[in-house]
Nanobody, 123 residues
């Protein structure tokens, strides 16, 4: 059974940190690119970050560069998104998504999705 599950969201104060996890069951992540997307109320879904396999590259939208770090632990079949210096505008539901090999900024090019985890940044 294929399953993708995010965890690690929660309520944090501005300037705080969270680490999101994306764990896959039923298959290996070794040959998949993993993207993180987020969607805030009234906003369109946007790609936040991605880590590729063959390319060996990471990508970030400008608004999170220097604050977020994506990493992969193939032994644990898990991808992480370390989020530091969080801002209220980071508040959203964060989704983990998978596609074959290469990163894409477009959500419709991803094949597997987690259920989402809520990140709320407020005082």
């Amino acid at each position: 059974q294929v399953r993708v599950a995010e965890s690690g969201g929660g309520l944090v104060q501005p300037g705080g940190s969270l680490r999101l996890s994306c764990a896959a069951s039923g298959f290996t992540l070794d040959y998949y690119a993993i993207g993180w997307f987020r969607q805030a109320p009234g906003k369109e879904r946007e790609g936040v970050s991605c880590i590729s396999t063959s390319e060996g590259s990471t990508y970030y939208i400008d608004s999170v560069k220097g604050r977020f770090t994506i990493s992969r632990d193939n032994a644990r079949n898990t991808v992480y998104l370390q989020m530091n210096s969080l801002k209220p505008e980071d508040t959203a539901v964060y989704y983990c998504a998978l596609r074959w090999d290469f990163c894409s900024a477009y959500f419709y090019e991803y094949n597997y999705w987690g259920q989402g985890t809520q990140v709320t940044v407020s005082s």
